[in-house]
């Protein structure tokens, strides 16, 4: 039973403090997706990767966040330096092509990320 | 402006009831539009995904609807059972320059079913 897996699924850090979560995507799949999600905001689009190339990243605040894929097997989104409003639940989500009709998206199980 | 609006924002019902959610959009150009159901604690599961030129898709107990001219859509869930009760939100794609597509995120409607 293929699935998107995302580490660490809870993470405490003070601000100030780097902060780095990793997804897998589903073998084969060529597209991943990072979101944050929050009871005010919802659930926000941070940016995604299409063949580990970005394709959309202008839902990330640039001064502190990165997202990259070292390789197709992992997807890394890195906060530095963290402050408390980053505090949220972080998905990432794979799939086969770019949001259209016929490209469902498999979540992960998400981090959530408290920041002191 | 692209905006995504869900309504209600909470329902609560009886198990064994019907409900309809509803989802209105101003999302240009319209690619297609999903629905997810999302429980506590875990990620969202797609639902269905809808076009331009499908009027309704069933996926179990869920039949969701979408009226591209009024740029209105509804998902009707039938017989509810208490593992119904999730958040459950709408998303809208527009078809962007490029070939990729752009999501738009609704708010989402939190049902609660009891027994």
């Known amino acids: 039973d293929a699935r998107v897996t995302q580490t660490p699924r809870d993470k405490v850090t003070e601000m100030g403090q780097e902060v780095t979560m990793r997804c897998q995507p589903i073998?084969?799949?060529?597209?991943v997706f990072w979101y944050r999600q929050t009871m005010m905001q919802g659930l926000e689009l941070l940016a995604y990767?299409?063949?580990?190339?970005?394709?959309?990243d202008s839902g990330m605040p640039k001064d502190r966040f990165s997202a990259e894929m070292p390789d197709a097997t992992l997807a890394t989104l890195k906060i530095q330096p963290s402050e408390p409003r980053d505090s949220a639940v972080y998905f990432c989500?794979?799939?086969?092509?770019?949001?259209?009709?016929?490209?469902?998206?498999?979540f992960g199980p998400g981090t959530r990320l408290t920041v002191l | 402006k692209n905006q995504v609006e869900q309504s209600p924002q909470s329902l609560i019902i009886l198990e064994g009831k019907n409900c309809t959610l509803q989802?209105?959009?101003?999302?240009?150009?319209?690619?297609?539009l999903r629905w997810y159901k999302q429980d506590t604690g875990r990620g969202p599961v797609s639902l269905t995904i809808?076009?331009?030129?499908?009027n309704t898709k069933s996926n179990g107990r869920y039949t969701a609807t979408l009226d591209a001219d009024t740029k209105q859509s509804s998902l009707h869930i039938t017989a509810s059972q208490l593992s119904d009760s999730a958040s459950y939100i709408c998303?809208?794609?527009?078809?962007?320059?490029?070939?990729?597509?752009?999501?738009?995120f609704g708010a989402g409607t939190r049902l609660a079913v009891h027994p």
């Open positions: 809808m076009t331009f030129s499908e």
């Open positions: 998303v809208v794609s527009a078809g962007l320059s490029g070939g990729y597509n752009k999501l738009i």
């Open positions: 990767f299409r063949n580990r190339a970005p394709l959309d």
């Open positions: 073998l084969g799949h060529n597209t």
């Open positions: 989500a794979s799939g086969q092509g770019l949001a259209g009709p016929g490209d469902t998206q498999y």
């Open positions: 989802c209105n959009y101003t999302v240009s150009p319209f690619s297609n």
